[in-house]
């Protein structure tokens, strides 16, 4: 994906989408978003966005709670494996900005890492690609020598995402043209209306 593309992907995730599954399966790593605005949404199912990060994969979570990160404590270090359901309202979306990265560092009092390369550390990332998260209560980073996009129908390249982008605002500018009996959370307390403060 082109840096285009990438700025397109945060516009997406950042006004209502939410990070609701972190599965790690050995060397690849799965977020999913919920609530993105790609695509015509049904109502009888969500629209996900997920991102997968494989070849030297890491995950590292910056937290004050450790209550906030119960989910790490399934992760089996044996086989290499996590597949939890979270819910997280996202507040920020960054990739490979190391500047926004520091911030974590002085935001968060701990972290904790998973990788399967044995000398990995944060403070040195030397992966091709890596995103940072931040919600309410935890931030994240996450990265990997490959990064892929996928909805639940297809890969994502430039071009389908821009498609999808703009499908969804089609269907934004739509919706507000009718005001459907059926109201959409993620139509009706857009940034588009109602600016944030």
């Not at 919600?135 to 999808?164: C, H, P, W």
């Given at each position: 994906?082109?840096?285009?593309?990438?700025?397109?992907?945060?516009?997406?995730?950042?006004?209502?989408?939410?990070?609701?599954?972190?599965?790690?399966?050995?060397?690849?790593?799965?977020?999913?978003?919920?609530?993105?605005?790609?695509?015509?949404?049904?109502?009888?199912?969500?629209?996900?966005?997920?991102?997968?990060?494989?070849?030297?994969?890491?995950?590292?979570?910056?937290?004050?709670?450790?209550?906030?990160?119960?989910?790490?404590?399934?992760?089996?270090?044996?086989?290499?494996?996590?597949?939890?359901?979270?819910?997280y309202d996202i507040e920020e979306i960054k990739f490979v900005d190391f500047e926004y990265?520091?911030?974590?560092?002085?935001?968060?009092?701990?972290?904790?890492?998973?990788?399967?390369?044995?000398?990995?550390?944060?403070?040195?990332?030397?992966?091709?690609?890596?995103?940072?998260?931040?919600?309410?209560?935890?931030?994240?980073?996450?990265?990997?020598?490959?990064?892929?996009?996928?909805?639940?129908?297809?890969?994502?390249?430039?071009?389908?995402?821009?498609?999808?982008?703009?499908?969804?605002?089609?269907y934004f500018l739509k919706y507000h043209l009718k005001r459907n009996i059926i109201k959409?959370?993620?139509?009706?307390?857009?940034?588009?209306?109602?600016?944030?403060?």
């Amino acid at each position: 994906m082109n840096v285009r593309s990438l700025k397109l992907i945060r516009e997406v995730i950042i006004n209502s989408g939410k990070l609701t599954s972190v599965e790690i399966s050995q060397d690849s790593i799965y977020l999913e978003f919920r609530d993105v605005e790609l695509g015509v949404p049904k109502e009888t199912e969500d629209f996900t966005l997920t991102v997968r990060f494989a070849l030297d994969s890491f995950m590292t979570v910056f937290y004050n709670n450790i209550w906030d990160i119960e989910f790490l404590s399934r992760y089996n270090y044996k086989s290499q494996l996590l597949s939890e359901d979270v819910l997280y309202d996202i507040e920020e979306i960054k990739f490979v900005d190391f500047e926004y990265l520091n911030n974590f560092f002085y935001d968060y009092k701990k972290e904790k890492t998973i990788s399967v390369v044995e000398d990995f550390s944060i403070h040195n990332i030397r992966n091709d690609f890596f995103m940072l998260i931040k919600t309410k209560e935890i931030a994240i980073a996450v990265g990997g020598n490959q990064m892929d996009f996928f909805t639940k129908y297809e890969k994502l390249d430039d071009a389908s995402l821009r498609e999808l982008s703009n499908q969804w605002m089609l269907y934004f500018l739509k919706y507000h043209l009718k005001r459907n009996i059926i109201k959409n959370p993620m139509c009706e307390n857009h940034p588009l209306i109602y600016p944030k403060k």
